[in-house]
Nanobody, 121 residues
Framework: QVQLAESGGGSVQAGESLRLSCVAT????????MAWYRQGPGDQRALVAY???????RYADSVKDRFTISWNNAKSSVYLQMNGLKPEDTDVYYC???????????????WGQGIQVTVSS
């Protein structure tokens, strides 16, 4: 099992920046990659950014060139630097650990509890 704890959310004005942090504890040797998702009221949880342990990254089109995901192996932590925030970035952000596949090829993952980001115009 992997436990995740997020921090760094809050309320900012449009154009400002925030940095989200997520610390992983437990069976961190099983982590294949880390990601940030976000979810608004009535919406499905959507991928914001993903980083593989090898360093490959992927971003949602809506955040490319504004958000940067990074991984600190020594601290078992993943970060999301969010610059140029827009009101439409307002959501609950969730940290996710990609734990690979089980024997039945089901995707395994762990989730943080979520952290609110609010951007005012």
């Amino acid at each position: 099992q992997v436990q995740l704890a997020e921090s760094g959310g809050g309320s900012v004005q449009a154009g400002e920046s925030l940095r989200l942090s997520c610390v992983a504890t437990g069976d961190i040797g099983n982590i294949h990659g880390m990601a940030w998702y976000r979810q608004g009221p009535g919406d499905q949880r959507a991928l914001v950014a993903y980083i593989a342990i090898q360093g490959y990254t992927r971003y949602a089109d809506s955040v490319k060139d504004r958000f940067t995901i990074s991984w600190n192996n020594a601290k078992s932590s993943v970060y999301l630097q969010m610059n140029g925030l827009k009101p439409e970035d307002t959501d609950v952000y969730y940290c996710n650990a990609d734990l690979g596949l089980d024997y039945a090829l089901n995707r395994l993952s762990s989730w943080g509890q979520g952290i609110q980001v609010t951007v005012s115009s």
